[in-house]
């Protein structure tokens, strides 16, 4: 793992040791805030916290909108709402090669993971090469921008939810449906 500062980290298949786990002192933060989070049953078994404090089961996961339209942010880019709730918002971006999104920040804190392809973060200036596997994170209100090398679909995640983008996607299914 490998902080570049200003609240940017990247989270690479390569901080991962041989056997596939992280190295201990990492380990052992996931553990006790696990702990923290965690609620002990009956039987002394430490149970996962969204099945403890928030109820979660396989039937009563809310279902998610698949009809949600695919919306263009700029030439090249196009974005689709996967799931939100009310502290969180994801989506899958696609961009195509060659594309770019200008500098820009956001209030929320965004998590990006590369399902695949190639792109160039820039953060303040700074360009960050990153690909297939590789994570970062953003906190709110730091400017960074993209430019993709090859074609590349990402996972994002945003906290709090993108309002902006919601009401995008609603106005998009109004107009789809008159």
Known sequence: MASLGRGFLIQSPLSLCESGRRESVDKQNSQSSFRRDAETSTRGRVRSPKHSRYGFSSRNIPKMKRENPTIEICPGITRRTVAYGKTMYQMIATLAAGSRMSAHSHPQEQIVHILEGQMRLIVDGV?????????????????????????????????????????IDEKARQRAAA
Do not use: I
Not at 142 to 159: I, K, N
């Open 127 to 167: 360009p960050h090469e990153l690909s297939s596997g590789d994570s970062f994170y953003l906190g709110s209100n730091v400017p960074h921008g993209v430019e993709t090398v090859l074609p590349t679909r990402v996972l994002d995640t945003f906290s709090p939810p993108r309002d902006d983008y919601l009401a």
